[in-house]
Every structure is written in C-alpha cells, then in structure tokens.
C-alpha cells in the first residue's frame, strides 16, 4: 500500500505543471533580487528571509497539491468557518500593527485572517456552486451572498479597504463563473453605487485621504499624497531601460517610501525602466494564462471553480497593486504577488497556488455535484 | 456540468480573460506614458528630489591704475557660518561659540534674527574676518559645535586708503530693499558696489555666482557633494587714473581744511586724478562699518563722505571769464584789439558793481590777465544772456561730465527760461553781469570747470571725460575759430607767467613746465556743503567763515597742452591756496609724464 501510494504520489509529482512552478520561481527570483537593492545590498536585511520564507512556503504548496481533491471539497466549509472565527478573533484580540488591527501574535507566527479568508472564501464558494448547478434561484444565492458578505464586513472594521475589495471581487467573480443571470449584476452595481455615499462615512480618516489624494494628488503633497507622487517621480524617472540594479536613487535615498512592500513595483520601474518593468508584467501574464489553461480544462465543476477563484485573486493583486503605484487607484495596501516582502502574503499566494496546482493535476476527475467529498 | 453550463462558463471565462488583458494594457500604457513619454520629467523631479544646490560666491573683478597698481582688491579670509539645518541648536551653539570666539551681542541677534527671519536659507555668516587664533579655536572644538563650518572668503581691500576713496567707492553688503529687486544679492558674502567706480561698474566687477550640488536623502541630510559649478570671476578693471598723482592730489588737499582737485589729460580726456579732501577710509566698509566711525564721519563739519570735486556746486566766479571773452570773440563783439575802459565800477541802475581797482582801458587779454571784471561786465551786456549761457554749456558748465555716475552733481547755468520757472521772475541785466563773472545763479563743480579748461586748451574740441581706457575717437570740433581760442589761451599763459597776472606769484618756475589759467574766488553767497547739510539754508545762518572760495583753473605745458586741472579750495579767502595746489600738482604731473612713456 505504502509504497503504491509512494509511487502514485510520485507520479502526480511529475504530473504537476511545471510551467507554472517555473514561473513562480522566476518572478520570486526577480523579486529577491529587488529586495537586495532594496536594502541597499544587504542580503540578510529582506531578501534570504524572503528566500527562506518562499522553500518553506512551496514545501507547503506541493503538500496541498499533491493531496486529493476530494478532500478540500470536503474540508471546504470548515476551512471557512475556522478563518470566520479568526477573523473575528482579531476584532476582539487584535493586536495593533501599523495603525490597523489586522494581526493576531500567535507567539512564532503573525497570522493574518484577512488573507486566509481570501482561500477560504474561494474554497466554500466553489464547493456551494459545485453542489448547486446553474440556474440557481434567488433564494438559493442569498447563503453564498452572505458568505462573502460576513468576512467583507468584518475587514472593513478593521479597517483594511484593499482586502474587502478583494474579497468582494473575487466573490463576484465566481458568481459570474458560476453562470449567474447578469440581471443580478446589473442590480448590485446599482446597490453599490447608491449605497456609495453612505459607505464614504464610514471609512476612517486616513482612508478618506487616501481616496482623495487619488482624485488630486497635489492636495496633499507631503502627507497621504507623498507617497504616490514619489511613487509616479520613481518609476516615471527609470525612463527606458532604467537606471541600473542598486541605482535607484529615489529608493536609496529614502524618497521612496514602503520599498520593500507595497511599492516595490516602483523600485523595480526606477532601476530596470519601462523594458523591467514590462518583462515582470509579462511573466505574470504567462502564468495567469498557464492557470486559465487549467480553468478552462478541468472537467469539475469544484476544480472550475477553485482554479478561477484562486487566478482572479492572484491577479487582482498583481492588477491592483501596479495601478497603484501608477497612481490610478488610491493607495489600498495590496502587496505586489511573490515579489513584495512579507510572510503571511507569500505563504497564502503559495497556498493558493498549491491549490490551482491540484486542481490542474485532478482536472480529468469527475465529480458529482452531490459528493461532499468523503470517501 | 452540463454541456451548456459548460459551454456557459467557458464563454464567461473568456471574457474575464479579455477583461484581465484589457486591464493590463491599460496598466502597460499608463507605465509607457510615465516612463517614456514623461520620463524626463520626473527625472527632473527625482533629481530635484535629491539635489540640493549652495551658490558660490564669484570673485569680484579687482580694479587697478593705469599702470597695473592695485586699486581695490580681493583678500581671502575666513569666516564661519552656521549650516541651518541644525536651526534648532543654534542658541546653544552660538553660546557655545561665544566662548571661544569674540562674538558681539549685536552680532548675535543679527545671526538669531535672520535664521527666524529665512526659512530657505542653507547657511548664515556669523562672523567674518576671523583671526587665525579664532579659527584653530573652533577647528578644535568642532564636535562640540554642530552645525558650525568654516569657509574661506574674501575680503575688498583699498590698499590706497584715503587717496582715490570718493571715486573708488566701496562695497558693502546689500540692503534688503537692493535684494527684493535683484534677487542674485541674496547669496551671503556677495558685496555690491555702494558709490563710486565700485558702484558703477558694480555689474562689470561682480561676476556671475556659480553653485555646488549636493545630494541629500529625504531628511534633507547632506550626503555627498555631486559637483560644483564654478563661478564666474568678475572682470578686473583698468582705470585712467595715475595712482601716483592722485596720491599725490590728495596730500596736496590736504593741507586745507576742505577741498577738491580734478586732473585731465586734454588730448584723450582720461581722468588722471579725481579727490575730495577730507578723504575717508573704505576700508572700514566692506565689512559693514560701525556705529562708532560711521557717527564720526557723518559729524565731521567738513563733510569727508561727499565727493566734492563731482557733488560740490560752487559759484565758478572769475574763471568763466574765458569763456565770455570767447563768446564775444566768437560772435564778433570784440576783437582783440577792443578795449574798454575800467573806472574801477559800473553801475546797472542804481546799483554799483565793482571791480579790484580802476583798470583803464583794457582789452580782452588783459582784462582776463588782471581778472577786470568791469570789461566783463560791459561786453556781456552785448553777448547777451542766452548766447552766454549757451557757450557755457557747450563747454560742459551744467552737464555734470561723468555720466549716470552715482552722486555727481550738475551744476547751474541760469538762463531766461530757468529765471521764470524756478524764480517766477524775470531776467535782468545785472542776472546777466552777474553770470559774466560766475557769480549770481551759477554753480559748477570742480569736474565741470577741468572739463572746460581742457575743452579750451585743446583747441575747442569736444572732450568727454572717461574712466576706463576704451577705443579713442576724435573729439568733435567745437567750431571756434582758432585765432580767437589762441587770444584766450595766450590769456591764459600771461595769468600766470606775466608780472600783471594774478597767479604771477604761484608760477611754476621750471622751464619748459610753465602752466597757463585762470584764477576765480566764489562769494560764500551760496550755502556751503556743510551749511546745506545742516539745514542752515538762508543767509543769516552764515558762520564767522564770510571767506570766499578760491578757485583755479589751468593748464600746462603752455609750449604743448597735456594736463588740464581745476582746483576748489574752500574758503581759502582768495584764489592763492588753489593756484599753489594746481602749480604742485601740474609740476608733479609733468615730471611723471617725463619718467614714464604713456
């Protein structure tokens, strides 16, 4: 038995795509070299605790690809429930990190809820759609709505926009993979934008400034909006071809702040110009096609799911955070995918892609929409 | 899945691919734009992120004599100054240099008030000038003095002092209202020119600020310098002045109380000597002068801060008598031979005009030999005021001579027209005598009278006076007839060198060096520079000093006109003292010409 199971794992390794697993690597790499210039070439500061970070996070990656299907089908809903709670956990035991009550100190780790939930929710959405085939009645979708709505709720308390907005998008998405009637889109945009003017009260002060540094950054030039219009001086002065690794000179001087993190992107754009820039785009780009590739192949309708949940999240942050830093949308706090420094970030992208990788080594298995996954 | 689910969810996943790509272009363009199409931009910006610039300032142009002997020069020394961004340790510190340093209370609160007063400012002078001692002082204690550095800087220095002050001039350190219009003089340490040459051709000696680049981090800490842009020097000047001789000049002066001596060279109009007695040393003020001297010269009675030979308006008195011969030569009044009979008076109305003694009957030689004024007054009555005052001004009287430069003076050539304007009166015949021997209404200054004189002994060409050696042109002819200019200027030569003429007895005796001229004394009738100001502007203010003013304007070698001279002594009671300066300083002026070839 053992060793059957040995070999049939085995096989599934070899299985795996490895176009994927290279491009992962590739822009991590990218994004460790970045680091080093961040850090003005110090390798211990940012980029080895990435490195180290990135080994453990793959380790974990293979684990849950190489594991069946099934089960996450069957452990979905608990999944989720378990990141509610932990969500709620940091209302009421948060610990205060950065002006934002977003972590929970587990002693060795800080955990991040908001960004398990981005799994989670993806995880029991494509379970209850799996388990309900199009068309799905109007009461039939009120329980998924209340799925995304109860985390998207519990973030914005915290407050953390760039998350809700994730969380909200991402759940949208999949309502639409799983053949919703557009009518209901139509109806929630409307909701949405009605609802805008109320929404704007209850988001906090820094958050306010940041939207409206977005609509004229001149307004504030050396408070909230210093950090895009030093963002638009960094990347704009890279020019074509940039100025060269470890010349950034707006990121070396401290110009530019959150280098390492959310604006990574920029220090990339100021030292390798529009041709770097373009390039780490492109890989990206190669690997969202290489996950639609598995989307559009899997014959589940759980696997579907999953693989279009977990490819809309990963591009959302490659999408947001760029227009970001470009200044085309206000400054959310959505770290650049596998590139920017950060543990729970990485890990939970690496989880993901564990995920879309088991997806894309099951996507000839067949399940139906009854199955809860137990065997 | 169904197979139309399927289908469905295939179709919906394309499009959200489309979507995606769509975004992504839009992402890509939007990096094109920043980067390629606005790169320079914000290149721009990052530099201007990052660099920081200090002004250098420029050496300032040095000005020398005519042979290369320094006039105004730049020392180095050393100053400190405090870089402000330490602006919040700066009472500390400045305590702190107290101590080791002499620091005044005022120079303090000068310190203190601008760095409140200049938020953009990188760096405040606290002290100039500082002796070796002070700056091994603070080098020693540099850890205990943040913010502080030395700098090297430079000083003007006059190494003639006194002689040659008044048309040197100085510099001294901009005024607030100078800065607001040129803002270049904002840089510390640049001096600007206040009076004089210095002032004149402030724009010519400045130079142009260069400025070293710096870069700094987002503290606004300076981490490195980048580069420096050199500044350009000033351009050094050369003057027509002859050092020696004014130098010379100034000790002559200074054997009166107040006086003033202007020397030309008649053939190119160079200015060779320009003084003011008394003088004053500009040194004092480049470094900004203080209370103590500046209270002392403004005191002073004799007013050593004006330059009278270019500010002082003097009634001219007998020395235009040349000039209104010539007129009546010129217009065919008189010839030479035209005598006039001098009973020693004339009467206009009622009232009696006189002269020195009774004449007899003189022509216009010896009229202008033994100074009659009756002569005088008898042929301006047919020269008439207009053409008389015509004549004046075409030999410079009431033109001022030194164009635009800053204190001169014209001096006033009254004629009907100026009567009605200024005095609501009109003109009378005794104006008009009165103005036959420079008396009356008219004023001219010391530079205006060697103007005048040279116009004449050069032959009645149209001499402009200049400071700086440029390309000559010709003067323009006056338009004179040669025989009449020769009547006057063998006048001149009898003044001096016959028995009969009033400078007979303060000739120059050396042969071959004779001078020729005319003397004048000017009625104190006119407010002394003193008395204006003062502010003792009417008559009965007049001091125990009635004495007049003695004039002399001359000329030499009379065998060939080289120099042209006008000296101005100040209450000297008669025209004695100015002969004995000019005969000095003509001698001395001639016996220079011989050493040096020109």
């Known amino acids: ?375 | 899945m169904s197979e139309e689910n399927n289908n469905k969810f295939i179709r919906r996943m394309i499009f959200l691919g489309i979507i995606q790509i769509i975004f992504i272009l839009i992402l890509v363009g939007r990096m094109y734009y920043l980067q390629v199409f606005e790169g320079p931009y914000y290149h721009l910006l990052a530099e201007g992120n990052r660099i920081a610039t200090r002004p250098l300032v420029p050496l300032r142009g040095q000005i020398y004599d005519r042979h290369g002997v320094p006039l105004a020069q730049n020392e180095t020394n050393f100053r400190v100054v405090f870089l402000t961004d330490k602006r919040a340790e700066v009472e500390d510190t400045l305590n702190m240099l107290s101590g080791l340093i002499t620091l005044s209370e005022e120079e303090r609160k000068d310190v203190l008030n601008i760095i409140r007063k200049k938020r953009g400012l990188d760096s405040v002078i606290i002290k100039d000038n500082l002796t070796w001692e002070e700056v091994s002082a603070i080098e020693l204690h540099t850890v205990d003095l943040p913010g502080i550095s030395i700098e090297i800087g430079s000083t003007r220095t006059y190494p003639q002092r006194l002689a040659g002050a008044h048309l040197l001039g100085y510099v001294a350190s901009s005024s607030e209202k100078e800065q607001e219009e040129d803002p270049m003089l904002t840089i510390p340490g640049l001096k600007i020119g206040k009076v004089g040459v210095e002032k004149y051709f402030d724009k010519y000696l400045r130079g142009m600020p260069g400025h070293s680049a710096f870069e700094i981090n987002a503290k606004r800490k300076v981490l490195r310098e980048l580069y420096q842009q050199a500044s350009t020097a000033g351009q050094d000047l050369y003057l027509t002045l002859d050092s020696r001789l004014q130098d010379y000049v100034q000790d002559v002066l200074s054997r009166y109380e107040s006086a003033a001596a202007v020397v030309i060279d008649i053939q190119n109009g160079d200015v060779l000597a320009l003084a003011s007695h008394p003088s004053f040393d500009p040194n004092l003020f480049p470094q900004g002068i203080g209370h103590k001297p500046w209270h002392e010269l403004q005191e002073n009675p004799y007013v050593p801060l004006t330059n009278k030979a270019i500010s002082g308006r003097y009634a001219p008195g007998s020395t235009v008598k040349l000039l209104v011969a010539l007129a009546a030569l010129q217009s065919g009044i008189i010839d030479k031979n035209s005598t006039v009979y001098c009973p020693g008076y004339i009467y206009v109305g009622d009232h009696k005009f006189h002269c020195m003694h009774s004449h007899g009957n003189v022509n216009v030689s010896r009229a202008i030999i033994e100074s009659c004024d009756v002569f005088f007054y008898e042929i301006s009555k047919k020269v008439g005021i207009d053409r008389l005052s015509a004549l004046y001004r075409e030999f410079g009287l009431g033109e001022g001579g030194l164009e635009n430069f800053p204190h001169s003076k014209k001096g006033l050539v009254p004629t009907k027209a100026w009567k009605i304007e200024k005095k609501n009166a009109n003109w009378t015949i005794s104006d008009t005598i009165q103005a036959s021997i420079g008396q009356g209404y008219m004023l001219a200054t010391p530079l205006e009278l060697a103007v005048a004189m040279a116009r004449l002994a050069g032959g009645g060409k149209k001499l402009v006076p200049r400071l700086t050696k440029e390309e000559h042109l010709p003067f323009s002819d006056m338009g004179f007839e040669k025989r009449h200019l020769e009547t006057i200027l063998e006048a001149t030569r009898g003044v001096v060198n016959f028995p009969n003429g009033t400078a007979f007895r303060n000739r120059i005796m050396a042969a071959g060096q004779e001078m020729g001229g005319k003397t004048g004394t000017s009625q104190v009738r006119r407010i002394t520079m003193q008395q204006r100001k003062a502010g003792q502007t009417k008559t009965h203010h007049l001091p125990w000093k009635y004495r007049e003013h003695g004039l002399f304007i001359g000329w030499a070698p009379i065998q060939n006109p080289r120099y042209a001279i006008a000296v101005v002594v100040e209450h000297a009671g008669g025209s004695g003292p100015a002969i004995q300066a000019a005969r000095d300083i003509l001698q001395y002026a001639q016996n220079l010409g011989r050493e040096a070839v020109q």
């Open chain 1, 1 to 375: 038995m053992t060793s059957d199971v040995l070999t049939s794992r085995f096989q599934k390794f070899t299985q795996l795509n490895w176009g994927i697993f290279f491009l992962i690597f590739l822009i991590s790499a990218i994004g460790w070299g970045l680091l080093v210039s961040a850090a003005g070439g110090d390798v211990h500061l940012w980029a080895s605790r990435q490195v180290i970070r990135f080994c453990f996070g793959v380790i974990i990656m293979l684990s849950i690809a190489l594991v069946d299907l099934r089960w996450w089908l069957h452990f979905s809903y608990f999944f989720y429930a378990v990141s509610l709670v932990l969500l709620c956990g940091v209302e009421f035991l948060g610990f205060i990190g950065k002006g934002a009550e977003r972590w929970i100190d587990l002693y060795m780790v800080q955990l991040q809820p908001s960004e398990l939930m981005k799994i989670a929710l993806v995880m029991a959405l494509a379970r209850y759609f799996h388990s309900r085939p199009s068309p799905l009645t109007f009461q039939q979708l009120l329980f998924p709505f209340l799925l995304i709505m109860l985390p998207v709720i519990l973030v914005l308390r915290q407050p953390d926009l760039g998350t809700a907005m994730i969380l909200l998008m991402v759940g949208g998405t999949l309502f639409f993979a799983a053949g919703i009637s557009l009518w209901y889109f139509g109806v929630v945009l409307m909701g949405i934008s009605a609802s805008i003017p109320l929404l704007w009260g209850f988001l906090h002060e820094y958050q306010k400034n940041r939207v409206l540094i977005f609509f004229d950054p001149s307004h504030d030039t050396l408070g909230a909006g210093y950090h895009i219009t030093q963002s638009k001086i960094a990347l704009g002065s890279g020019g074509l071809w940039g100025k060269g690794h470890m010349q950034g000179t707006q990121a070396s001087l401290n110009f530019l702040p959150e280098k390492q993190t959310d604006f990574i992107f920029t220090l990339l754009c100021e030292e390798w110009g529009f041709a770097g820039g373009t390039f780490l785009i492109v890989l990206y780009i190669f690997l969202i096609i290489l996950c639609f590739r598995i989307i559009l192949t899997t014959q589940n309708a759980f696997g579907q799911f999953v693989a279009t949940g977990m490819t809309m999240t990963f591009f959302l942050y490659v999408a947001i955070n760029i227009a970001m830093v470009m200044g085309l949308l206000p400054v959310v706090g959505v770290p650049l995918p596998l590139v920017s420094y950060g543990g729970t970030a990485m890990l939970t992208l690496l989880m993901g892609f564990g995920f879309l990788l088991n997806v894309g080594l099951n996507r000839n298995l067949k399940i139906p929409s009854h199955s809860i996954g137990i065997f």
